[in-house]
């Protein structure tokens, strides 16, 4: 498993050379919520489908 400098490095050497600093932290700090999701999913850290809809229902009220 590479580490975090590697797999870091690894991110930014995907980019286009002419990538912006923003581009370049937004997709450093994508692939970290894809990591933590993974790492939540995995643990059993999860809610079903009908309580998210009910959690996105009450935040447009």
Do not use: C
């Amino acid at each position: 498993m590479p580490s975090v400098k590697e797999k870091m490095t690894e991110i930014i050497h995907s980019q286009p050379d002419d990538s912006s600093f923003e581009e370049i932290l937004r997709e450093l700090l994508f692939e970290r919520m894809i990591e933590r999701g993974l790492n939540d999913s995995q643990a059993g850290r999860v809610i079903s489908n009908e309580d998210m809809k009910t959690r996105i229902h009450s935040w447009q009220k």
